[in-house]
């Protein structure tokens, strides 16, 4: 009965009820579809940033996060060799060795990082081998590619040779001459300027690695996939006193900033939602309130206070789900029909690509941004709910009876 | 017999602002079961109070009100309500009926507070407003019927859960004469064919002609029982 009453109640005055809803629905719409552009740039983000090198989730020696230092590898024992084996085809792997070396041209020295690849493994897990602009990837063993900027520095080219000069994993002198094959750009100035990649093969014998690793990447397309295969291997990993990490822990920058433009977007939700339901409130009240004398005789009859207040109450769910469904539908709609075409963000596509992102955003709903801004909406609307329907429990009979 | 109403110097004063009412100023009253009383006096005397008070609407500052076994002093707010719903019809002046329900689901609306099934509703709000003479307006709502007719139709309400005392308050003020005199038989009629005990109050003279006890008000006390 109450839902029969309200319902109906709902729709004595039309034309309000639909304005309320419409507010309602225009609200969760865009709590649904912004949040959805959110997450979508956010895992563009992400996928671009964990794919120039640092992968999805790295297998790593406990201490190689805080101190990457030579000495802090690991051995690939054979039960992990086998799991890494057993991993679904959507998920890459690959193994490296970490250096920081003095890179010398016949003109210049400076430092950089090089890291020992698998050159066919990289393909799959990094974009550096497609980010290749002179040159090609590696494919042959006495080979390096360079970052842009750090082989401008180096004031090299394509065949040029270059010197390698640093420590071993035994502490050895490690000295290696390289040809450039190719040279590569990401956009990103720190990863151009100090990056440089070799065979893992050259890479173990230069640095006298006798089979130790530094990492084990994992990447691939589909991070439900990543993050669910990288629980599965957890265990295991941790068995073997190793750590696994995924990009949260590998850059925690980028996890920060995510958080904090997260937060900061909530905020502004957050009011907007209160906004909206405080010009609500009003209606609501209004709409409760010219009831008064038939509050009052439905008191008279015997309807107790609370129920009359949970009447009105459901009304206003009601009221607050017709809305919230409304905009989710709408939120949807919008959301995949932009995720399918992308927004092209013309004046930003600079800001973008600087990141090595295209300046084209494809919003992604999840269940968090599907429910979490509807169902805010709905809970504020009760919340505020109560106070109509405080207001009519505390009716006197014989007032409400005689107001106009 | 017992009666189903005893007053017992009810006393109730009104304060607004500085100004005080003494809206009744003790008044006792005896309604037996199966009675047709009218209330009248002018405009003001204190119906509309008396009948609250014994409705349970409202409570005196003095004396008490018993319905049936019941001293409703000693009653608590949501226990009254429960005296309300279970033993009490009553139709008022106006906005007796709930726009948003039917003819039937307005009948069926305490019975429902009861609890009473659907079926049971059903079929009692039919009967009901068959012997209110408005078979066939089951699914019309309020602002489909003329004044008349809603009067009925909280009539029908009234004695749709079998209530101990039908109290009325000035239930033809908003009729013509003509709708007047029909709610009128019809609530005669239920007094007499169906035992239903009413209290009318009312400063139409017509109530008077079918009410079989008249009590006259004045300034808050009996000025006349007969
Ligand atoms: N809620 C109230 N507040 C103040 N005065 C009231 C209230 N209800 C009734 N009165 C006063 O009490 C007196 C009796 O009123 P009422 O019982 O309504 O008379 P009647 O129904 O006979 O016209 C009147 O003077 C009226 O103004
Ligand atoms: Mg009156």
Sequence with gaps: ????????????????????????????????????????????????????????????HKDYLSTPAMRDSFQVTEALRTALKDLPPDVSVGQRGVAYVLLSSDTRSIG?????????????????????VQGDYLSKND???????????????????ITLLGVGHDASLAADVLTVAGVFRTGITDIDRTLAEIPLKRFDATFAMDGERHSI??????????????????????????????????????????????????????????????????????????????????LALGVKPGLLGRIVWVEIGLLSLLGVLAGMLGGVILTFWLGRQGIEFESAQAVFEQYGMSGTLYPEL???????????????LLLAGTYPAFRIQGLRIIEAMRAA | MTAVIECKDVKRTYVSGKIEVQALQGVSLNVSAGEFVS??????????????IIGGLDRPNGGDVRVEDQWLN?????????????????????????????????????????????????????????????????????????????????????????????????????????????????????????????????????????????????????????
């Design chain 1, 143 to 161: 080979q390096v590619v360079l970052g842009e900027v750090l082989a401008r520095n180096l004031q090299v080219g394509i065949g040029d040779s």
């Design chain 1, 217 to 298: 990447v994992l990447n691939g397309g589909d991070m439900a996939a990543l993050r669910h295969e990288v629980r599965g291997l957890r265990p295991l990993v941790e068995e073997e006193g190793l750590a696994l990490r995924d990009w949260t822990e590998l850059q925690p920058s980028l996890d920060a900033a995510i958080r904090l433009d997260a937060t900061s977007a909530v905020l502004i939700y957050a009011v907007l939602i209160v906004v909206v339901v405080i010009s609500l409130l009003n209606t609501l009240l209004i709409s409760v309130l010219e009831r008064t004398r038939e509050f009052g005789m439905m």
């Design chain 2, 74 to 226: 000693e009653l608590s707010n949501s226990q009254l309500a429960d005296l309300r719903m279970n033993r009490i019809g009553f139709v008022f002046q106006a906005y007796n009926l709930i726009p948003v329900l039917s003819a039937a689901e307005n009948v069926g609306f305490i019975m429902q507070l009861q609890g009473k099934s659907t079926g049971e509703r059903r079929r009692r709000a039919k009967q009901v407003l068959d012997s209110v003479g408005l078979s066939g307006m089951e699914n019309r709502r309020p602002a489909e019927l003329s004044g008349g007719q809603q009067q009925r139709v909280a009539v029908a309400r009234a004695i749709a859960s079998s209530p101990a005392i039908v109290l009325a308050d000035e239930p033809t003020a908003n009729l013509d004469s003509k709708a007047s005199d029909a709610l009128l038989q019809l609530l005669r009629q239920l007094n007499e064919e169906e035992g239903v005990t009413i209290v009318i109050a009312s400063h139409d003279p017509k109530a008077l002609e079918y009410a079989r006890r008249h009590v006259r008000l004045v300034d808050g006390q009996i000025h006349s029982d007969a």
């Design chain 1, 1 to 60: 009965m109450m839902l029969t009453l309200a319902w109906r109640n709902l729709w004595r005055r039309r034309r309000r009820t639909l304005f309320s809803i419409v507010a309602i629905a225009i609200t969760a719409a865009v709590v649904v579809f912004l949040p959805s552009l959110q997450a979508g740039s956010y895992s563009s983000m992400v996928r671009t940033y964990i794919g120039f090198t640092d992968g999805y989730a790295q297998v790593q």
């Design chain 2, 39 to 52: 209330l009248s006096g002018p405009s003001g005397c204190g119906k509309t109070t008396l009948l609250n």
């Design chain 1, 366 to 380: 999840t269940s968090l941004t599907l429910f979490a801004g509807p169902a805010v909406i709905v809970l504020a």
């Design chain 1, 112 to 132: 950089a990082q090089i890291l020992g690849v698998e050159p066919e493994a990289e393909p799959s897990i990094s974009t550096i081998p497609s980010n290749i």
